[in-house]
């Protein structure tokens, strides 16, 4: 039964998030639901693209903005963020009181949000747990995000399993596979003359999407790492490279005016902040292949048949398809790993690949439980033993 009454918070902090959330938003309508939507981070932030933009708007979705400083990412000013972060949140909160609060991956700014809701009492919803990142901080995040939810939609079997083993009822665990994956299948993308012109690259330019962002695990290697990328892709000089920006990691502004330079000095290199979820999924179509350590070239991408080079070991733990290649962060290992996906067998395999992530109806199954799961109880959830036997030695 669909509780017309149900207000329900929604919340993203980058232009990616909301690309996935956007089709959720959409069925909660259809449900009858006002879905309220608690825009921050780099959706507010110009240095970041300023992508609240981007975010179509609508009369049946009552939106809330919470600006918050990420102007130093080192890890002490992202701490400050955070601080700031969880009191504007939970004034958002306070004001919408809201029946439950919805969150998706890993993002410090997500944690916020949880922590904001799980102290004001509300349930919370998590979408994208389970998943591992080893590479990233983002790892502890989106764990401890999973055990304040109380229902939780994991994006394969296997994340299902883990969420489970962190203590969390089966019943309220549901595989419905990645949003990104339904999302590329359900988009119509922009025809190849459009994307090239939107780029600002030749008709006939053959070109390469990546996006490296800071691997928060390790220590001082942002600045290296994107130059051993660029150095490599040097030896491919008649491709283009399409650059989108690194994300407000510690790190990632260090990153992002490398790149910057190195557009404003090279004609073959581009840099976009932002190129919003059309712009992407439709450059990326037509690319030869995608590289960098972004989670949508192990979700997404796949998808479109193209392939994918995953770069060091930001996302170290996932789940991926054959036809995403890895390969290490020096010189040598990041230009053989060009070499490969740029090869015909490559490019054919990347088309006749599944992807794991791939479930029918994702956003309308998400939808319906969010509108129809009874919440009275749900904040009394107890952990739920697993029955398994370890090693001690593992």
């Known amino acids: ?3 017309k009454q149900r207000r329900i918070l929604v919340f993203t902090g980058t232009r990616a998030e909301y690309g996935l959330l956007r089709p959720v938003l959409n069925e909660l309508i259809k449900f009858q639901i006002e879905p309220h939507l608690l825009i921050s981070g780099t959706h507010l932030d110009q240095a970041y693209g300023a992508t609240v933009s981007e975010l179509s708007q609508s009369d049946s979705i009552q939106y809330h903005y919470a600006p918050i400083d990420l102007s130093d990412n080192t890890p002490l000013g992202v701490c400050h963020s955070m601080g700031e972060a969880i009191i504007k949140y939970a004034d958002i909160i306070q004001k919408v009181s809201p029946n439950l609060v919805v969150v998706l991956g890993d993002r410090y700014e997500t944690l916020c949000m949880a922590t904001a809701s799980v102290t004001s009492g509300v349930p919370l919803a998590h979408l994208h747990g389970g998943e591992t990142t080893l590479g990233a901080i983002d790892e502890a995040y989106r764990h401890a995000i999973t055990k304040m939810a109380q229902l939780h939609f994991t994006s394969c079997e296997e ?3 883990r969420v489970i083993q ?4 089966p019943k309220n665990v549901w595989n419905v596979g990645a949003l990104g994956v339904e999302n590329i299948q359900k988009s119509s993308l922009m025809p190849p003359d459009n994307i090239r012109k939107e780029l ?7 070109y390469i999407i990546a996006t490296y962002h800071p691997v928060t695990k390790e220590k001082c290697t942002e600045e290296s790492q994107i130059n051993h990328i660029l150095s490599a892709l040097e030896k491919f000089p008649n491709i283009y490279v399409i650059f989108t920006g690194a994300n407000a990691d510690a790190g990632g502004n260090k990153i992002n005016s490398i790149l910057q330079k190195r557009a404003a000095t090279h004609t073959r290199f581009k840099f976009f902040m932002s190129l919003g979820v059309y712009r992407y999924h439709s450059a990326s179509r037509y690319a030869l292949g995608v590289l960098g350590n972004s989670s949508s070239g192990i979700i997404e991408i796949p998808s479109l048949g ?3 080079l995953d770069i060091g070991e930001r996302q170290k733990g996932r789940y991926r398809s054959s036809a995403v290649i890895h390969c290490g962060t020096d010189i040598e290992s990041i230009t053989r790993g060009i070499h490969t996906i740029l090869q015909p067998e490559t490019a054919k395999l990347a088309k006749i690949t ?3 992530y791939d479930k029918k109806g994702s956003a309308q199954n998400i939808a319906h439980t969010l509108a129809t799961y009874p919440l ?3 904040l009394k959830s107890q952990f739920y033993d697993w029955n398994f036997t370890f090693s001690e030695t593992d």
């Not at 962190?166 to 009822?169: I, L, R, V």
């Open 200 to 206: 600002n690259i030749p008709k006939d330019a053959q």
């Open 376 to 378: 009275d109880k749900i």
């Open 159 to 161: 994340h299902r399993k």
């Open 166 to 169: 962190m203590g969390e009822n």
């Open 1 to 3: 039964m669909i509780v």
């Open 306 to 308: 193209i392939p994918v």
């Open 354 to 356: 599944s992807n794991p």
